[in-house]
């Protein structure tokens, strides 16, 4: 999990200014997106990105590798889903509880899970999302197969209607572009250098007197927290809650689109669901080529550009720049 | 090869015929969308085939003939609810998508009818087996076509009593699904007079029956009940051959059973297996003429339920837009879908109900022993037919907001 080029280049204070034009591009994209592309799609993708970026603090940040994120989204999704169309919650309370859950959970499951490394975390992690997604199989309340449906999208604070496309895109854009300045501020505040240093030599992160532990704790929790946000806005989004986003498949998918994009940079995580997600859905009338040319991108992203897509380019751009 | 030769010469004729005759139907371009699983678990029994359904029933209508042009695209879902939405949405906003075709899996096609209603657009379900579609769920955009887990339930728990099978043992999938399969078959057998003599729940995606299965030949009843879909049911089917189960008297009792799936298990393992299904390639003439043209484009494979299915749905919807002279308002086609009788040389006649139901008889079928297959595909000893009003759930007892 060695990515220095990339933590050289976005710890450098020097670049302080020149880092602020990735955002200024980000808020445009965002604000001519849905003039251009679908905007149910760019809900789509924006909901996956906040996922692959709140992986990426755990991945890319303390260089863990879990293996059972989707238990956090899907749990959150359902929660979300539950609270607006049984408790008839307005939205922003529901994505709240959503998001309050799969704290919740993150916490349970962190604490029982941060003390392995390596391919046990990664097994145990999966171990207790395979639990979350046979509770959720069974469970009353999720519908099991059918899932929960048609639920209501309502009107943000009770007073914003979020039934068209265009008025939930803008609030998705808004709540996407925040998580995303936040997680940048986190992972450069002091927090998020002891993250890194955990992840470089953790016996040396140790040696300097911090408690790792509680570091690599927090970054779980705060990691599930975020994927929860994703997976309640999603709920409301698509209007539905369902198995698929329990399942370990969801949990793989969101490694590919963080090791795809670049793990460990700040955008390559949005860039790599944004990937992802449009194969998903403009290769759809291959059928089952997809699987087939996403397995091979992978296969090329490692043989090739292991840094991912942000990643190289970040690479040859600072080479560039010092030669 | 010459499947895509044989469609592109299709489609070219097609294309050339559409030149604007005298029709009744001179709006604009109609466009139909498979979405479905065109790779994953259900690929064989709908999927690809589905497309290849609906292009043969365009070519039927004699829609070019009429001067109508109608189009089909596919889509594949991957079996996932949010996927499925997304194209839903995309098609009907984006991509002038008036019809919706297919949609194995529920909670999919669940989705499919709420976003449908929205759009006041038309979903014409084959695919998924859930009966919420025309029970509490249902919507004046949908219609639910080929079989339903009330009419499985009902039709193998119902003839297979009369038959003397009066004591049930049940194999059931432990979530929602089984639950309710197992429920519902339950009830028809214990009105029917017969009694339950057991059930063991057996966790989702099994590998090994084999300590199941001895429980339910220790019970001695006479069927075992297997309330489980797909994978579960193939391996419960194998395991039940290994132990000799059917030969031993016991009847093996299907809920969820489709032809493919016998193709893929083989008569030796599949033997002696009693399931209801919607519809089957050998019944007459006029189905085996669409078995063998439909095989042709299709690789050699058989249309099961699902196949008919869509090609019954798309002739009666064809029909229906040429009666309203207008696509555009889905609710009043769908109106008039339900007015008018169906009738099409695949399923025969039929009707279409109130809450969205399309009824036809079903046939409670049980799988040929591999000496008494005499050609490809010749797998299904029909045992009874039944009756279109006796195979579904009645009107009254789906809970349907439209029926009152």
């Known amino acids: ?323 | 090869m010459t499947l895509i030769k044989k469609l592109a010469v299709a489609t070219a004729f097609m294309t050339a015929m559409a030149a604007p005759a005298f029709a009744q139907y001179s709006g604009p371009p109609i466009k139909l969308g498979v979405l479905s699983d065109m790779s994953g678990l259900y690929a064989d029994l709908s999927g690809p085939g589905s497309v290849i359904a609906a292009k043969l029933a365009i070519e039927d209508f004699g829609a070019a003939a009429k001067g109508m042009k109608v189009d089909v695209i596919g889509g594949d879902h991957q079996n996932k609810a949010d996927v499925g939405a997304s194209i839903a949405r995309q098609w009907y906003d984006q991509d002038g998508v008036d019809v919706i075709l297919d949609v194995p899996n529920s909670a999919v096609a669940l989705a499919v009818s709420d976003i449908t209603k929205e759009k006041n657009k038309i979903f014409l379900n084959s695919g998924a087996a859930t009966s919420d579609l025309t029970g509490p769920k249902c919507t004046p955009n949908t219609i639910h076509w080929a079989y339903d887990t009330w009419m499985l339930a009902n039709g193998t728990g119902k003839a297979l009593v009369k038959q003397g099978g009066d004591s049930w043992f049940f194999l059931t999938a432990d979530y929602a699904f089984g639950y309710a399969l197992e429920r519902d078959t339950m009830e028809v057998v214990k009105k029917e007079g017969g009694k339950v003599v057991g059930n063991v729940r057996v966790p989702l995606n099994n590998q090994d029956f084999s300590s199941f299965l001895l429980q339910a030949q220790a019970s001695k009843a006479k069927v075992i009940g297997l309330a489980n879909a797909g994978g579960d049911t193939t391996n419960s089917i194998k395991g039940a051959a290994e132990f000799g189960i059917t030969q031993a008297g016991q009847k093996l009792a299907g809920l969820l059973v489709d032809v493919n799936d016998v193709h893929g298990l083989g008569l030796q393992v599949a033997q002696g297996l009693t399931f209801t299904d919607a519809w089957y390639w050998d019944l007459n003439d006029d189905t085996r003429k669409f078995a063998a043209r439909f095989s042709a484009l299709n690789g050699g494979k058989y249309p099961g339920k699902i196949h008919a299915g869509v090609y019954s749905s798309v002739i009666h919807y064809l029909k229906a837009v040429e009666a309203v002279k207008s696509k555009a308002d889905g609710a009043a086609v769908e109106k008039k879908m339900k007015e008018l009788p169906t009738d099409d040389t695949v399923f025969g006649k039929g009707e279409v109900r109130q809450d969205g139901r399309k009824t036809h008889p079903v046939y409670l079928v049980e799988v040929k022993k591999p000496s008494e297959s005499k050609k490809p595909w010749d797998y299904y000893k029909i045992l009874t037919t039944i009756p279109a009003n006796e195979a579904f759930r009645p009107l009254k007892e789906g809970n349907c907001p439209l029926v009152n």
Not at chain 1, 204 to 220: D, H, P, T
Not at chain 1, 239 to 255: K, N, P, R
């Open chain 1, 1 to 323: 999990m060695s990515a220095q080029p990339v933590s050289h280049s976005v710890s450098s204070p020097a670049s302080g200014g020149s880092s602020l034009l990735p955002f200024v591009v980000l808020a445009a994209c965002l604000i001519i997106g849905p003039s251009l592309i679908y905007p149910v799609f760019l809900m789509k993708a924006l909901c996956f990105a906040m996922f692959a970026c709140a992986f990426n603090i755990l991945l890319g940040f303390t260089g863990l590798l879990s293996f059972g994120h989707a238990a956090f989204l899907g749990m959150a999704s359902y929660s979300s889903a539950h609270a607006a169309k049984v408790w008839g919650l307005t939205p922003e309370l529901a994505i709240a509880f959503g998001t309050l859950v799969a704290m919740a959970l993150g916490t349970v499951i962190g604490m029982l899970t941060i003390r392995s490394r390596g391919i046990y975390f990664a097994n145990i992690t999966l171990a207790f999302a395979q639990m979350v997604f046979f509770f959720c199989l069974q469970a009353k309340f999720t519908g099991g197969e059918d899932g929960i449906q048609s639920v209501p999208r309502g009107s943000l604070f009770g007073l914003i209607s979020l039934k068209s496309d265009m008025a939930m895109y803008v609030f998705v854009a808004v709540v996407f572009f925040i998580t995303f300045l936040m997680i940048y501020r986190i992972i450069h505040s002091p927090f998020g250098q002891v993250l890194r240093a955990v992840r470089e030599n953790e016996a040396r992160a140790i040696s300097l007197g911090y408690k790792v532990e509680q570091y690599k704790l927090a970054a779980f929790i705060l990691s599930a927290t975020l994927t929860g946000l994703a997976g309640s806005i999603k709920a409301l989004v698509f209007q539905l809650a369902s198995l698929t986003d329990v399942t370990w498949q969801m949990s793989g998918e969101v490694v590919l689109m963080t090791l795809l994009g670049g793990v460990g940079t700040i955008f390559g995580p949005a860039v790599g669901a944004f990937v992802i997600v449009s194969m998903e859905n403009y290769l759809a009338e291959l059928g089952s080529w997809v699987l087939v040319v996403q397995g091979a991108i992978f296969v090329l992203c490692v043989m090739t550009f292991r840094r991912g897509i942000v990643g190289t380019a970040n690479y040859y751009w600072n080479k560039r720049q010092q030669g």
